[in-house]
């Protein structure tokens, strides 16, 4: 298995459409977690952190699954702006050395 | 969440040309900074990780006599590719490590597009 694995879609969705992304992770001594979003040609940007059992943040919640070692995104009421690549980091096992996924598109449609 | 700025924002040199990268935190003191490179279409790439006051681990496969890395003070790393060549054109990007609150977070520079002809 890859240190971090993201399905790269794209994930074509409606506007307002709820769309949920999946990140695998192979070191079981990871200990914190993030989400990036990246623009077209831009740099990342940090979206959430997830530390425990998960996070929310308005129409964004991430969740942590220790024992089936992943991450997820889930996005309500997507928006146009939404649009971009979701990065998934997990830092190496017993360090901050971040590896980062390939990277999950999402193109929200009118 | 804190700032970091790079300069330049792009280059286009000759190849044989070095190219030096400055990686500022702006408003943190960065002990720990990364250096990635992009790709298009493909994942952010460590290169090597920047700690203030000692010499940079490299990834494997990264030449450290080809990209040379400085740290010098809390806010400022930098990067120089030297002698560069077409196949080192690339979108540079570096990070600053933040820990507060005992939270962890990388903020990143807005990137170098390097072209090298």
């Known amino acids: 298995r890859k240190e971090v694995e993201q399905d790269p879609g794209p994930f074509n969705v409606p506007e307002g459409a709820t769309v949920a992304f999946n990140c695998t992770y192979s070191?079981?001594?990871?200990?914190?977690f993030f989400w990036y979003r990246q623009d077209c040609r831009k740099e990342p940007k940090l979206l959430m952190s997830?530390?425990?059992s998960g996070n929310e943040d308005g129409r964004f919640t991430a969740q942590l699954n220790r024992a089936s070692q992943y991450i997820s995104l889930l996005i309500r009421d997507s928006k146009l702006s939404d649009s971009a690549t979701y990065l998934c980091?997990?830092?190496?096992?017993?360090?901050?050395?971040?590896?980062f996924g390939r990277g999950t598109s999402l193109i929200v449609h009118p | 969440g804190a700032v970091v700025s790079q300069h330049p924002s792009w280059v286009i040199c000759k190849s044989g040309t070095s190219v030096k990268i400055e990686c500022r935190s702006l408003?943190?003191?960065?002990?720990?900074m990364f250096w990635y490179r992009q790709f298009p279409k493909q994942s952010l790439m460590l290169m090597a990780t920047s700690n203030e006051g000692s010499k940079a681990t490299y990834e494997q496969g990264v030449e450290k006599d080809k990209f040379l890395i400085n740290h010098a003070s809390l806010t400022l790393s930098t990067l120089t590719v030297t002698s560069a060549h077409p196949e080192d054109s690339s979108f540079y990007i570096c990070s600053g490590r933040n820990y507060r609150d005992q939270q962890e977070t990388q903020y990143f520079g807005p990137g170098t597009r390097l072209l090298v002809l």
């Open positions: 070191n079981s001594a990871s200990q914190s």
């Open positions: 980091v997990v830092p190496r096992g017993g360090s901050y050395i971040p590896t």
């Open positions: 997830v530390y425990s």
């Open positions: 408003d943190f003191q960065a002990t720990t």
